[in-house]
T-cell receptor
C-alpha cells in the first residue's frame, strides 16, 4: 500500500474549466507539499501546508488533517497549466518523505 | 539569487562503476535533499543533509551515500551501479528542514547505466 495516493492519474480539461486533484495519505505528517513538474523534468514547489487553505493566483490548496486528505484546485485552467502535479507528505515519524504517483493534467485550448 | 545547480546534467556509466553527482544549493540554504525519479517508481526520497549531517534517509541500499560540505554543497555517490539505477536524480534545497520548508529543485542529473 502506498503511503500517498493521488487521483485522478490523468486528467484532460478544456481551457477555463475548474480542476480538482485529490491526495490522500496514511502517515502522520509535518506538512503536505504540492509540486508541479513540466515536461523536461523541472519541478516547482507550489504549496506547503500543514492546515487550512492556501491560495496563489488561480491555484488553491486545502488540507483536512483529520481526514488525511488534501486537494489542489485550479480555477480558470489554461494550457500552460498542463503538467504533472505531485503531492508529497513530509512524515513526522521516522525519517521519510513520501510521494504520490502524480496527476498528469492536459488543458486543451 | 542563483538557483539550485546540479552537475553533470547527463551521465552514462556501465554496470559496476561508481558515480558522484554534485548539487549546489541556493545561497544561505542549509538543507539539501536528494531524490530519485524513474518511470516505474516515480519520485523517491533518498536522503536529506542539514548542516553537514544526514538527517533523513529513504529506503535505498547502502550503495547510495552522500555528504554535505561546510558551504552546504552536497554530493551523492552510487557505487557498484546496476541497470536499475538509471534515473533522473534531483536535488532540492531549503532554508530549514525539507519536511517543513519550501524546497527549490535543481534541473536534475540524468544517469544512464548500460
Amino acid at each position: 500500500k502506498n503511503e500517498v495516493e493521488q487521483s485522478p492519474q490523468n486528467l484532460t480539461a478544456q481551457e477555463g474549466e475548474f480542476i480538482t486533484i485529490n491526495c490522500s495519505y496514511s502517515v502522520g505528517i509535518s506538512a503536505l507539499h504540492w509540486l508541479q513538474q513540466h515536461p523536461g523534468g523541472g519541478i516547482v514547489s507550489l504549496f506547503m501546508l500543514s492546515s487550512g487553505k492556501k491560495k496563489h493566483g488561480r491555484l488553491i490548496a486545502t488540507i483536512n488533517i483529520q481526514e488525511k486528505h488534501s486537494s489542489l484546485h485550479i480555477t480558470a485552467s489554461h494550457p500552460r497549466d498542463s503538467a504533472v502535479y505531485i503531492c508529497a507528505a513530509g512524515s513526522n515519524t521516522g525519517n521519510q518523505f513520501y510521494f504520490g504517483t502524480g496527476t498528469s493534467l492536459t488543458v486543451i485550448p | 539569487k542563483a538557483g539550485v545547480t546540479q552537475t553533470p546534467r547527463y551521465l552514462i556509466k556501465t554496470r559496476g562503476q561508481q558515480v558522484t553527482l554534485s548539487c549546489s544549493p541556493i545561497s544561505g540554504h542549509r538543507s539539501v535533499s536528494w531524490y530519485q525519479q524513474t518511470p516505474g517508481q516515480g519520485l523517491q526520497f533518498l536522503f536529506e543533509y542539514f548542516s553537514e549531517t544526514q538527517r533523513n534517509k529513504g529506503n535505498f541500499p547502502g550503495r547510495f551515500s552522500g555528504r554535505q560540505f561546510s558551504n552546504s554543497r552536497s554530493e551523492m555517490n552510487v557505487s557498484t551501479l546496476e541497470l536499475g539505477d538509471s534515473a533522473l536524480y534531483l536535488c532540492a534545497s531549503s532554508l530549514g528542514r525539507a519536511r517543513t520548508d519550501t524546497q527549490y529543485f535543481g534541473p536534475g542529473t540524468r544517469l544512464t547505466v548500460l
